[in-house]
Nanobody, 125 residues
Framework: QVQLVESGGGLVQAGDSLRLSCAAS????????LGWFRQAPGKEREFVAA???????YYVDSVKGRFTISRDNAKSTVYLQMNSLKPEDTAVYYC???????????????????WGQGTQVTVSS
């Protein structure tokens, strides 16, 4: 099994920055890709960014240029640096792990079988 624990959420103003962390433990060797998803009130959970063991990174268009995903393999931790935050970024952010290696699956929520508990990010205008 794999456990994922997020941290770093909070309340910020528009234009501010936050860095989310996701610490993985357990059978992490099974995880090929770690990603971030978010869910705003009344909306479906959506893909935000993903980082593959091979080095490939993926982003949803709405965060490109503002968010950066990175990982520290020694710490089994993936980060999401969020800059120039907007009110529409307000959501619960979830870390997720996938064992699927295909590029096609990077943004596919159904291919992520491991999930953290989520961390709230609120951006005020």
């Amino acid at each position: 099994q794999v456990q994922l624990v997020e941290s770093g959420g909070g309340l910020v103003q528009a234009g501010d920055s936050l860095r989310l962390s996701c610490a993985a433990s357990g059978r992490t060797i099974a995880i090929y890709r770690l990603g971030w998803f978010r869910q705003a009130p009344g909306k479906e959970r959506e893909f935000v960014a993903a980082d593959s063991r091979s080095g490939g990174t993926y982003y949803v268009d709405s965060v490109k240029g503002r968010f950066t995903i990175s990982r520290d393999n020694a710490k089994s931790t993936v980060y999401l640096q969020m800059n120039s935050l907007k009110p529409e970024d307000t959501a619960v952010y979830y870390c997720a792990g996938s064992t699927y290696t295909g590029t096609l699956y990077a943004r596919d929520i159904s291919k992520y079988g491991y999930w953290g508990q989520g961390t709230q990010v609120t951006v005020s205008s």
